[in-house]
């Protein structure tokens, strides 16, 4: 067992938190305010390869490995949750192609998305459902080898500013998840409508918008996944993204933690400074070691991808415990700075505004939890014997 990271992911790391420093953290606060797109900041990212960061080599990409991803993800989030969300969608987006796309799609697609900056957005959700991704009622009807889709999908992350899209829709809603298929949408295409970004109470570097899909022909090389496929496909994405959420909330908590400290250390009430009460200590350190255990949750349910196991369950613990820490984290900061907590001067309150998200896209807590029960009820072997098989 090794918890060390490779030079190489030393390297990476410090790559990361120097575009955080320099390239996010000054306009975090302006973005926040003005809830535009930050493409600017977008455009750096991928001139320094920290956009795409899944795509293997073989099409442009980095190539880097989950793992590899939760490291510079927990960096940028660190400097703006929202500005991290936007930059990460592309990773989000491009997920079910490098998983379930056919070669032509991969060196067509992916190959786009390396050599050109170009934005690919992710969509399931739709305005009456979100956790329930087999319910979903955006129709893909076949004609000839080509798919017509018609519907509505809702909260598309980039959705606004994005190139392509990967659309999942059913050619049945009856048939629930069998019904289920994936298409890469090019946003070009007639009758596909970029809505207007949504305002959100966090993140809001981060665009949100709704798309209409009216009579969209999909031709057939870009049907990702047939019917029946598509379901699968939508969870073989989560389980590889999952992990990155985490991280996201590691980030976020590790900046509201390092903000307490500072100003614990500074703030005097009573004559001496805060962090010499105990309960202000106290505050600190449960935030210390819930950061760490969150990171390492991550860090496992990453590596569980990159060795090509199955990672459904770690990724939905790391995914469900880091997004409770950052809310009790981010909740604790804004208790240390006390009055200035709660005004706009320090950056805990955007901090507490962002983390909230973590707990509701891709997957909520409360389906996390559904995940985890699953198997711990049924799937998880005991190590002892029952206790209704031997003598209380
Ligand atoms: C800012 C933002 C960005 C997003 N980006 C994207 C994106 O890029 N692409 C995309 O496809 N989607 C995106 N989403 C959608 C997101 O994934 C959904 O909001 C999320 O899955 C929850 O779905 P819902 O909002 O419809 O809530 P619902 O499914 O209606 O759930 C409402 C509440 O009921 C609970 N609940 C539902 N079912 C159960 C159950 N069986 N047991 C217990 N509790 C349950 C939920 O946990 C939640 O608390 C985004 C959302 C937001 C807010």
Redesign the pocket.
Known sequence: MDFELTEEQKALQKKAREFAINEVLPVARKYDESEEFPMPVINKAWEQDLLNSGIPKKYGGPGYGLLDACIIVEEISSACPGIATSIF?NN?GAEPIIIGGNEEQKTRILGELTNEFKLI?????EPT????VAGMKCKAEKEGEDYILNGA?F???NGGFADYITVFATVDPEQKHKGIAAFIVDTKTEGVRLGKHIP?LG?RA?N?VAVTLKNVRVPEKNVLAKPGRGFVLAMQTFAHTRPAIGAFATGCARSAMEYAIDYANKREAFGRPISNFQAIQHKIADMYKDIEAARLLTHKAAWEADQGLDNNMSSAIAKAFASDVVMRVTTEAVQVYGGFGYLRTYPVEKLFRDAK?YQ????????QR?VISRFALKGYKHAMPSVFKRDR
Request: no cysteine; hydrophobic share 40%.
């Open positions: 969608d989000l957005a992710f969509a399931t959700s459902m979100g956790s329930d999908k909260w598309i992350t959100k993140q981060s949100t998200l509701i896209y891709e997957g909520t807590s409360e389906i559904i």
